[in-house]
């Protein structure tokens, strides 16, 4: 085996130790970008990379002595626009309105990215982009809900609460905004049996669980149902 075929093997080898590591961060959230899904993006990136370099050069070093002219990533340029169906796939609009995906299609984008970077032959950029992409997605999130603004020190939650008597919707509200819950999206609704539907989507610490939530609100005086739904 010469030397080549061993720089190919230990790209792709690198390629897929990073493309694990960012798999496993969205296999352990069950995020739809999983170990499986990641290995092949940055495999077959890396593999198209390197297949684009050597084929231009194996073509402008042929014994025809024509000096071709060949951009050696020609088909590493079209992996980048390619893959924009991939992440465009989990991208999901869920019924609260709210968009949700959108970090899972840029990590596929960068795992591509990642795998085009080493097939270039730039593993420590390679390397140095996927320590990036795990510490902004992991890390960075974790320290703006210690000292950042107050916004993204809480997280969205979908709320939605069953009434049976109207006049008890405006007191409703009024006990949960004095619970210190930032009210952003609110709809009322009128529904079958003259039942009332209060929907909001507020916001709320990150040290207040869910579980703790339902049993603060299902205990307001004029709630018969409560629907809990974690944004994040």
Known sequence: MDYIDIEVLIKLGITGLLGLIIGLEREIKKKPLGLKTSLVISIVSCLLTIVSIESAYIVTGS????????????????????????????????GNDSISGL??????WGA???????????????????????ISVEF?????????????????????????NKEQVKNIIEEIKKLKISVQKLRI??????????????????????????DIVSKLDGVKKVDIESLH
């Not at 024509?66 to 079209?78: E, F, G, S, T």
């Not at 591509?112 to 795990?134: K, T």
């Not at 960075?140 to 609460?161: H, N, V, Y």
Request: no cysteine.
């Open 63 to 94: 014994t025809s002595g024509v000096n071709i002219q060949m951009d050696p990533l020609r088909l590493a340029a079209q992996i980048i626009s390619g893959i924009g169906f991939l992440g465009a796939g989990v991208i999901l609009r869920r």
């Open 103 to 108: 970090t899972t299609a840029a990590i596929i």
């Open 112 to 134: 591509a990215g990642i795998g085009i970077a080493v097939g270039a032959g730039f593993y420590i950029e390679a390397i140095a982009g996927a320590l990036l992409i795990i």
């Open 140 to 164: 960075i999130p974790f320290i703006m809900t210690l000292i950042g603004p107050k916004q993204l020190k809480e997280r969205d939650i979908a709320l939605t609460l069953t009434v049976e």
């Open 189 to 214: 609704q009128d529904v079958e049996d003259g039942k009332h539907l209060i929907k909001l989507n507020i916001g709320v610490s990150y040290k207040l669980e869910l579980t703790d939530l339902y």
